[in-house]
């Protein structure tokens, strides 16, 4: 069923009425210019200056104070300085205002005394019922409907044409120049929203209100930090469950990062890693520069469905900036199958001098035959095998006797090939440009950052949604072992085990002649270990012996273990010695559990080792999730090919790999506030069929 917008949002960003506290007629004042924009651009609600020391501003009835309104009014902007932006507030009424846009700054931006302040603001607005937006922001627009909550001389300077895209920025600097950018990219905007301080509204709040919003297609945004990341998840999925692709500028980084010296994991899910993975599980898609950003909108906007899958077929006149592209796709990880053989034996028939095989080279034929370009495009699209298709055309064009040609070629594309997306790559002119992304077409003067373009919004959406992980009471309930201070090993082991993840038998020696003991048990060549609360990496110390067999050789390694440890950690508290079963041959991997002080657990995957800190080849996903999540993450780290299979080996059991993930993020989840980290190092992924088996734990509680 689709959700409504947040109701109280919507009066905010699409006001019926609204009135300018402070407002002023002296040009260039912040309480001057929202009345300037509003009149000029035609806002067709009600416009209401309130200032005690006027009568009429701008030809408008002015008001002494917020409690002199005769009526409610769906939004007050305050443009006030910040010592008198509770006094005005204040006047209010409860229920006579709906939202208030605070441009004013020198609230906690500024220290302690700043921040007092925004708390009376902010509890004003609560006792009468009031949405704040800001304070220390610029604003907003809602473009559709010339509504002008803003003290940015941006729209000043040209406004952009009313679009598709929802555009909300955390920085008021970025956020003018982004406006900026959107009118000389010739973007269309639904919405442009500032968020400043953050006292109540914040980026996620704008995101999943835009996610309902009709008028918005596209959301672009830009972000410093989050302080609430269940709430920015939710809005993430809003956008996805909506079919709404967000574009995510996200930069610097939360003060609390992560401790290295705890385990891998937490040394290698910094706070940019978490984001990175946020976004990929959600669908949106991260930009890393300002061209991307707003190439990635454009692209989003254009193609109202971006390419389904990451077949590209490309088309060229020159076989050298054809060979460019081919570069660039491999390098985003898109696919060049080749034409139907018929396709290119027709080509060549044609053209003797061609190539038929993708990149598909014309040469300059094209110029001198109009017919040329169409014909091969239908033949290379005639069996289904591409995903999009990307043209260059050079400098035809700037050429106005070839325009004709293109344009054809264009609404043809459209006509006969509607669900693949078309990007040219050529030199035309502003207004030629404008009207081939009429019809629905990229138009790039640069092929290489169309090519990137594509590999990043090519399959966009087509992967499952994240959705409700439900928790089971066993893995909520998981560790019915009492909540200790520490956890050893074997501990550690069990508790992983309760949580429903496969782990190695496995027994806590005491003396050598148990370690004999427990080896009998077992019967088969073992693996002794040293089990200690304060030794994480027991390799380091000299607590590990592998294949030991027959009770002289279990005594002997027993000794030499106590002995190395006591020499290189004597502080360190000694359990015992664990004693399991040689594990069979497999290929190690990583697991582990972070907990983010922002997002909660995240859980990472990668392929084990002592070198996971050095190679960094791991992936991270937001507990909890589903098996399909655990198999995108799985797929994701460079190392997959070994896990499918590598110079002989047999394919590994990737299902039970990603059930096992999926069960530890559930885990992870449930137990988030009893425990801070968990890795499992190695977790032996067995050949097919075979399932997984953890060999190593470290738990450590959330409060050490």
């Not at 060549?348 to 495009?377: H, I, K, M």
């Not at 949580?499 to 190695?504: D, F, I, M, N, V």
């Not at 440890?565 to 972070?594: F, N, T």
């Amino acid at each position: 069923m689709t959700q409504l917008p947040d109701p109280s949002l919507s009066r905010l960003f699409d006001p019926q009425g609204i009135a300018i506290v402070g407002a002023s007629a002296t040009p260039g004042k912040i309480g001057a210019m929202p009345i300037t924009l509003l009149l000029q651009h035609g806002y067709s609600g009600r416009i209401i200056p309130v200032n005690p020391r006027a009568d009429i501003i701008a030809g408008l009835p002015a008001l002494p104070g917020l409690d002199a309104l005769d009526d409610a009014v769906d939004l007050a902007i305050l443009a006030v300085p910040a010592a008198h932006a509770a006094q005005a507030l204040e006047r209010a009424r409860p229920g006579q205002v709906g939202a208030a846009v605070v441009f004013t700054s020198g609230f906690s931006e500024t220290g302690s005394d700043g921040a007092a302040q925004q708390e009376r603001l902010c509890t004003i607005a609560r006792e009468r019922g009031i949405r704040l937006l800001g304070p220390n922001c610029l604003g907003f627009m809602n473009v559709r409907r010339n509504v002008y909550a803003t003290f940015s001389p941006a729209p000043a300077n040209g406004v952009v044409a009313p679009g598709g895209i929802g555009m909300v920025s955390q920085s008021g600097a970025f956020g003018a120049y982004a406006y900026s950018m959107a009118r000389e990219r010739g973007l269309g905007l639904s919405h442009w929203i500032s968020t400043g301080n953050e006292a109540d509204i914040d980026v996620a709040d704008c995101i999943e209100w835009l996610a309902r919003d009709t008028d918005t297609r596209v959301i672009m945004a830009y972000m410093e930090g989050c302080r609430d990341g269940a709430k920015l998840r939710r809005a993430l999925a809003a956008a996805r469950n909506a079919d709404k692709p967000v574009v995510v500028t996200k930069i610097g980084r939360t003060q609390a990062g992560a401790q290295a010296a705890a385990s891998h994991t937490a040394a290698l899910a910094g706070d940019d890693a978490v984001y990175d993975a946020l976004f990929r599980q959600y669908g949106a898609l991260r930009a890393r520069t300002i061209e991307e950003f707003f190439n990635l909108g454009y692209a989003l906007d254009t193609w109202k469905r971006p390419p389904q899958g990451r077949r590209l077929g490309i088309f060229t006149i020159s076989g050298g900036v054809g060979a460019l592209m081919a570069d660039e796709a491999a390098d985003t990880g898109l696919a060049l199958p080749e034409p139907a053989a018929d396709a290119q034996a027709r080509l060549l028939q044609r053209v003797p001098f061609a190539s038929g095989r993708n990149p598909v080279d014309v040469t300059g034929q094209a110029v001198s035959e109009p017919g040329l370009l169409l014909a091969t495009a239908d033949d290379m699209l005639a069996d289904g095998r591409y995903d999009a298709l990307a043209v260059f055309l050079a400098a035809a064009g700037s050429s106005e006797a070839l325009w004709p040609t293109f344009e054809t070629f264009a609404r043809q594309m459209q006509a006969r090939h509607p669900g693949v997306p078309l990007a040219i790559s050529a030199l035309f002119p502003p207004a030629r440009r404008r009207e081939l992304e009429r019809l629905g077409c990229l138009v790039f003067p640069d092929p290489s950052a169309a090519i990137r373009t594509i590999g990043a919004v090519a399959g966009l959406g087509s992967g499952p949604a994240p959705g409700v992980v439900e928790t089971s009471p066993a893995t909520a309930d998981a560790g019915a072992l009492p909540l200790l201070d520490a956890y050893n090993e074997v501990q550690a082991m069990e508790l992983l085990r309760q949580a429903g993840l496969p782990a190695s038998p496995c027994v806590l020696a005491g003396d050598a002649d148990a370690a004999v003991r427990a080896a009998a048990s077992l019967g088969a060549a073992c693996v002794l270990k040293v089990v200690s609360p304060d030794i994480t990496h027991k390799s380091d110390v000299g607590g590990v012996k592998l294949n030991v067999q027959g009770d002289d050789a279990l005594r002997s390694a027993y000794a030499d273990i106590l002995a190395s440890v006591r020499q290189h950690r004597p502080d360190a508290r000694i359990d015992g010695v664990l004693v399991a079963p040689m594990a069979p041959k497999g290929v190690e991997c990583i697991a582990g559990v972070h907990c983010d002080p922002v997002f909660g657990p995240v859980v990472m995957f990668g392929l084990g080792g002592v070198f996971v800190e050095v190679l960094k080849d791991v992936s991270f996903r937001l507990a909890p999730f589903g098996r399909d999540d655990a198999l995108a993450m799985i797929r994701e780290i460079k190392g997959y090919a070994l896990l499918q299979g590598a110079r002989g080996a047999p394919p590994c059991d990737i299902g039970a790999l990603a059930e096992a993930l999926a069960a530890l993020s559930r885990f992870a989840h449930a137990r988030r506030a009893d425990f801070s980290s968990v890795e499992i190092n190695p977790l032996l992924a067995l050949p097919e069929g075979q399932g997984v088996v953890a060999l190593d734990a470290v738990v450590i509680r959330a409060d050490a």
